[in-house]
């Protein structure tokens, strides 16, 4: 039984990491209307900004803030000069955009700040929460920024101008255009929303996993696992989603005999694809109705 | 699908179209491609004649990854399911190959292709069936889920004993049958020029057919498709299962030719790879399907003469400009050419009558 | 009539004893790659993908070779070092293997990353007869003479590693309770397999947990709830350096003080201990063959004197806190060591010859007391490590040298 608990709680730590990163993908897919593959190398790209900064000097909350505020600016500048062109391409060409920017920034990432792992500070101190041996502060704190982040967002888009503009922008552009939303600019605040968040997440998570060039890349992986799982249209179901992801993979490689281990990836995403057939859109996310 | 898209696959596989106006221009088209074709096939037939046994394995690899591409093309291009799976099916193709002809059962060769083939054929139908719930990026997920599932299988100690776990299995070359006063490589390379010519050839009379019309039209216009009387569930799931069958042997095809198959060759990656190279040659494209092969394996080269520390960043730079330079891919690119130059003439001759 | 003075004698005099049979000489024997000027080594490796972090490995060796081409070359020929990405993928290993024998007409192959890739490479390299030297990787398979003449390995292979801690095991905790973390891959199961055969007949018992993590895992933290929560009090923990560290830091998050084996994978002072923490790393147990550069108890020693000026002037951009840095080097120089006695016979098989007899050939890097020694049925050039532990500070070798061949 304890070591049921353990492991739930081991789980929900790391699935505090997918949730950061799901509830990233969410926010660029509400916007842009697909997925972002880039998005783990760029908060990683971030992290390594904000590392250089702390490495100059800086002391970790202006780094901090500088690097959500450059990332801010990264993703708008991306959007423009990089998928404003490619805006018409068919849905496939667009991924390949994605595909090459991924690729383009893992290179840079190994060659300018190599392979060695860096440890990355936390402003949350690493002592075991309230004392138990389940959980540190830092992810305790992890989890509370998500949560904050999210309840910032929802926020946002519910209750603000700016925010409702976007979500017209990315339900129906054409008459968000008619009512004179700049649909271009909407997206790219998206794809700026969507960097800055991706910065935090990274920096939260750099502490956990330790930097280096190739540190996104599973974790893109399964907070994409945990973006479907809660439902892509749904902000709170990816974050959701996240923490799920975390909890049955450690529960898969605990408790399942035999084969648990070396296939714990395997088993989370059959029970993923498992829930998707019961629920194709998520469990969250509202299944979109088209009229023919 | 965008409207752009809609035209140039019309365009591609209408019959003759009914305004006679355009018909003579098109059917120069028509008759030039299949010119090109014959062309491009003897050139195929003489390369291992006149190019170094290194050469001859390359462009043996792009036939086998053009092959794997078109199977993915005929899913995610003719069909609009979109897989990042096709990883699984090149992976489970080729050690179908490797286990048969290094096991107890020491098969030959040419066998496995058909063994493979119809091995992953029954996965992939396997893998439709649910898949025929999934929509876009859920599907995506579903197929990654696999994808992802390949490698790990293959190196757990459940199945060690028939794959050979992370060691892997080694596999002899074949040798030119009847000895022929040709070496392993180029008899390798008209082999697979073979399968890859029926196979090409098999593709294209498919997407001809009613069947094919049919698969096209699940892909615009489901709703619309089901509502003629289509059966998409079967259809979907034929496609699914088709799709597998050809990346299967492509896979075998490759087992071979390399010689050595190991877990994780056949990773998530690989199906990122097959993507790109499927965008890049073109969707629901054939012949784009073998760019797509030229692409997967000689671009990487290129970007590493480029610079070998960046050489992914080069790889990513390269693939932004093609992007740019042709949304529609290769074949898209072509074809937008060619009708320009079509219409180009069909203004000449109509100034000069 | 010329007159025979003491002028002609001595201008007839070197005619006049080669006539007489003294030794000429040796007629100079090339095979492909190798002319009077030029030695060409070729190589394919990890420069991206999945494993690029190894690639430093052969950016350092390419510029060992350049360095040695500056003070001379080797017996007046300069080495070309030819090195093509393989992104540690087997069949592009094959492809740029193929193109480095067959279009650049290389001489050797300077072994490269990774078992799968060399394994891709290894019936070709036979085959075809030419030497695949000193692969970087520790697969026990690559010391084959008999089945595999023209494939020669390197480092110690990690079943003797893993056996090595077995004993070391047995001899400190006879009843411990073991948990074992490895890399679901080549390596992580030949640590196991090592450890399992050195326990023999007590390994069922003693073996309580064998817990796997993918390079894409984000963590380990939830294996070591689970080897903790086992009740095992012996860790051996043989990841790389990324999840080394975060198992060591968990480890002592959750207040577990095993006794911990780190594997010569992940035991770099600075890639490993410091990011987990030198306090929270404190009695770690492991191997070493080479000098971990980080660590301060090599300030003053010769060899470390010399690496370190070699990085300077050759390789700065290399991260000197990097163990790869140091493997990279010792095998350059171990094959410039065989192509130099290989003397003016440059033939692939006098290659093979020079590599199988080295005799305790001592390198800067290797720790003191360990040496470079292979034979004709012997084609592992480094057998002995020795066990240290950390103190907090640095790693203290401790015992003897030990050797690492499997027994026969």
Redesign the interface.
């Given at each position: 039984m304890?070591?049921l608990l353990?492991?739930v709680m081991?789980?929900l730590?790391?699935g505090a990491?997918y949730a950061t990163m799901a509830l990233a993908v969410v926010m660029v897919y509400q916007a842009i209307d697909h997925l972002n593959f880039a998005q783990g190398e760029l908060a990683t790209f971030s992290t390594f900004l904000a590392w250089q900064m702390i490495e100059w000097g800086w002391s970790y909350w202006a780094a901090f803030a500088m690097t959500v505020a450059i990332s801010f600016v990264i993703g708008i500048a991306i959007d423009r000069v990089l998928f404003r062109p490619v805006r018409n391409a068919p849905i496939l060409s667009q991924l390949v955009a994605f595909i090459a920017l991924f690729s383009i920034l893992n290179?840079s990432d190994?060659e300018i700040w190599?392979?060695?792992?860096?440890?990355f500070p936390t402003p949350f101190g690493?002592k075991?929460l309230f004392g138990s041996?389940l959980i540190?502060t830092h992810q305790a704190g992890m989890v509370a920024v998500t949560l904050v982040m999210l309840a910032l967002l929802y926020l946002f888009f519910r209750g603000s101008r700016l925010g409702l503009a976007m979500r017209a922008a990315a339900a129906n552009p054409e008459a968000a255009r008619l009512v004179g939303i700049r649909v271009g600019w909407m997206i790219a605040l998206g794809w700026g929303l969507s960097t800055a968040i991706g910065a935090v997440a990274g920096m939260l998570?750099a502490p956990?996993?330790?930097l280096?060039?190739?540190m996104m890349?599973?974790?893109l992986?399964?907070g994409f696992a945990g973006a479907v799982l809660g439902g892509l249209s749904s902000p709170g179901g990816a974050v959701f989603g996240g923490f799920a992801v975390g909890i049955i993979?450690?529960l898969a490689?605990?408790f399942i005999p035999f084969v648990g281990?070396?296939l714990k990836?395997t088993v989370a995403l059959i029970v993923i694809v498992a829930v998707l057939m019961v629920r194709p859109a998520g469990i969250f996310g509202q299944v979109a109705v088209s009229r023919v | 699908m965008t409207m752009q898209e809609h035209e140039a696959v019309a365009l591609d596989t209408a019959a003759v179209p009914s305004e006679a106006a355009i018909a003579r221009p098109l059917g120069l088209w028509l008759d030039r491609r299949r010119l090109l074709i014959g062309a491009a096939v003897i050139a195929g037939l003489m390369a291992p004649l006149v190019v170094?046994?290194?050469?001859i394995?390359?462009l043996t690899?792009v036939m086998i990854y053009g092959l794997a591409i078109l199977g993915l093309n005929l899913l995610t291009g003719f069909n609009g399911q979109f897989s990042l799976g096709h990883s699984a099916f090149y992976g489970i193709g080729a050690y179908t190959a490797a286990i048969l002809m290094s096991g107890s059962a020491e098969l030959s060769y040419y066998w496995t292709l058909p063994c493979a083939g119809a091995v992953c054929f029954v996965v992939g139908i396997l893998l439709g069936l649910p898949a025929l719930r999934l929509q876009g990026l859920y599907l995506a997920l579903a197929t990654f889920a696999l994808a992802v599932a390949l490698p790990?299988l293959l190196?757990s100690h459940v199945l060690e004993g028939l794959t050979g776990?992370?060691?892997?299995i080694?596999i002899d070359k074949p040798d030119p049958p009847l000895g022929l006063p040709i070496n392993a490589d180029q008899w390798l390379y008209y082999f697979t020029l073979a399968v890859l010519l029926v196979m090409f050839a098999a593709a294209a009379g498919l997407v001809r057919s009613r069947t094919g019309r049919a698969i096209m039209a699940i892909r615009d216009h489901p709703i619309a498709a089901s509502a003629m009387g289509i059966n998409t569930a079967r259809y979907k799931t034929l496609t699914f299962g088709v799709s597998a069958l050809y990346t299967g042997v492509a896979g075998a095809l490759?087992a071979i030719v390399?010689?050595?198959v190991?877990?994780?060759?056949f990773s998530f990656?690989l199906s990122v790879n097959f993507l790109v190279g499927l965008i890049v040659g073109g969707i629901g494209s054939i012949p784009g399907s073998l760019f797509g092969g030229v692409f997967v394996?000689f671009v990487?080269n290129i970007a590493?003469k480029v610079s070998?520390?960046l050489?992914?960043a080069v790889?990513g730079i390269i693939l932004l400009l093609l992007i740019f330079l042709m949304p529609s891919g290769a074949a898209g690119f072509v074809r937008r050419t060619a009708a320009w130059l079509a219409r180009l003439r069909h203004t000449s001759t109509r100034g000069g009558a | 009539m010329k007159q025979i003075t003491r002028r002609t004698i001595l201008a007839t005099a070197p005619a006049a004893i080669a006539l007489t049979g003294l030794p000429v000489r040796a007629e100079k024997q090339y095979d492909p790659g190798v002319t009077d000027s030029e030695i060409k080594v070729g190589n394919t490796a990890p420069?991206?993908?999945?494993a690029?972090?190894y690639s430093?490995i052969w950016k350092c060796e390419a510029a060992y070779f350049k360095m040695i081409n500056a003070q001379g070359g080797i017996n007046g020929r300069q080495i070309n070092f030819i090195?093509?990405?393989d992104?540690y993928?087997?069949?592009?290993t094959?492809?740029m293997t193929?193109?480095l024998v067959?279009?650049d007409q290389v001489f050797v192959i300077a072994g490269g990353a990774g078992?799968?890739t060399n394994?891709?490479i290894?019936?070709?390299m036979n085959q075809h007869e030419v030497p695949q030297l000193f692969v970087a990787t520790g697969a026990t398979?690559w010391d084959d003479p008999k089945g595999h003449p023209w494939t020669i390995g390197f480092q110690p292979n990690y079943q003797s590693e893993g056996r090595i801690y077995a004993t070391y095991i047995l001899q400190n905790k006879p009843d411990g309770k073991i948990g074992v973390l490895y890399q679901?891959?080549?390596f992580g199961?030949d640590y196991l397999k090592g450890v399992k055969d050195g326990l023999g007949a007590k390994a069922a018992s003693m073996i309580k947990v064998?817990?796997?993590y993918?390079?894409?895992?984000?963590?380990v933290?939830?294996?070591v709830?689970?080897i903790k929560?086992a009740g095992c009090d012996v860790f051996i923990n043989t990841a790389i350096?990324?999840f080394a560290?975060?198992a060591i830091r968990k480890a002592a998050?959750?207040?577990w003080r095993p006794l911990h084996i780190l594997s010569g994978i992940g035991n770099s002072l600075?890639?490993t201990l410091?990011?987990a923490g030198l306090e929270a790393s404190k009695g770690l147990v492991t191997d070493f063959f080479l000098k971990d550069p980080t660590d301060p108890q090599w300030k003053d020693d010769a060899g470390y004197k010399w690496w370190l000026g070699f990085m300077n002037e050759w390789y700065p951009e290399g991260?000197k806190?990097?163990a790869l840095n140091v493997f990279g080097p010792t095998a350059a120089a171990t094959i410039a060591q065989v192509l130099k006695a290989c003397g003016d016979e440059l033939t692939r098989a006098n290659v093979m010859k020079q590599a199988a007899n080295l005799h305790e050939l001592s390198l800067p890097m290797l720790l003191p007391g360990i040496t470079i020694s292979t034979g004709p049925t012997d084609f592992a050039p480094i057998k002995q490590v020795q066990l240290a532990r950390f103190d907090g500070e640095r790693w203290q070798l401790f015992g003897s040298v030990i050797s690492s061949a499997l027994p026969a």
């Open positions: 304890e070591q353990q492991q081991a789980g730590a790391t990491i290179s190994g190599n392979f060695t792992i860096k440890t690493t075991p041996g540190s998570i956990i996993v330790f280096d060039p190739n890349l599973g974790v992986l399964y993979e450690n490689g605990t281990q070396e990836l | 170094a046994n290194f050469t394995f390359q690899m790990q190196k776990g992370v060691q892997g080694v490759g390399v010689q050595f190991a877990p994780d060759s990656l394996l990487p590493e070998t520390g050489s992914g790889y | 420069y991206s993908g999945p690029s972090n430093t090195s093509y990405d992104a993928s087997p069949p592009k094959v492809e193929r193109k067959e279009q078992t799968p394994t891709a290894w019936k070709y398979k679901n891959d080549d199961k064998e817990a796997t993918e390079t894409t895992d984000p963590t933290d939830s294996q709830v689970n929560a350096n990324k560290a975060q998050e959750i207040e600075a890639g410091k990011p991260d806190n990097d």
